[in-house]
């Protein structure tokens, strides 16, 4: 057990150099990390999830204004068998049966509850766009500034 954990340490000991060493090989532009910090970064993605689900909620509730209108139908069939008990003979019985149901509903006025939540969405989902973009141009900043703190040393090494 011990020899095995010193082997796997030692294993990724050697390894870090050859992936550190495939990482360096491809160069980036400051646009490539500024959108491949847009496109991965977790808040961002948090965001436009929030948005996508404020959407949703807003079809719903202007779908919710609408009447609905709901319908059923059910047949059954029973069989059985029973003893008559003045004959002492078996007796064949079936049962039909069936059922038909209809529901419609409208809400005509709920106190404009659903206009409010209509118009508290729309402003919800345009403050996450708000927030998209802002936490874009946030990020934007940070990637550009660790992109001039990692080509510093090559920008003073050129100048001497």
């Not at 532009?29 to 970064?41: E, G, P, V």
């Not at 409208?106 to 106190?111: A, D, E, I, L, T």
Request: hydrophobic share 40%; proline share 2%; aromatic share 8%.
């Amino acid at each position: 057990m011990r020899l095995r954990s010193i082997c796997v340490i030692c294993g990724a000991a050697l390894a870090v150099p050859f992936i550190s060493a495939t990482a360096q090989t491809q160069r980036l532009t400051l646009d490539d990390c500024i959108r491949y910090a847009q496109a991965n970064s977790f808040a961002v993605q948090q965001r436009a999830l929030q948005t996508q689900r404020d959407e949703a909620q807003l079809d719903q509730l202007r779908q919710s204004r609408w009447p609905t209108a709901n319908g059923s139908y059910s047949q059954g069939l029973s069989l059985g068998r029973t003893i008559d008990p003045f004959s002492n003979n078996y007796v064949q019985q079936s049962i039909n049966s069936g059922s038909l149901g209809a529901n419609a509903n409208w809400n005509v006025f709920n106190g404009f509850r659903t206009g409010s939540q209509i118009r508290q969405t729309e402003q919800s989902i345009l403050a996450d766009q708000q927030d998209i973009a802002q936490q874009k141009f946030d990020l934007t900043i940070q990637v550009m500034l660790g992109y001039m703190q990692a080509i510093r040393p090559v920008l003073h090494q050129e100048l001497r």
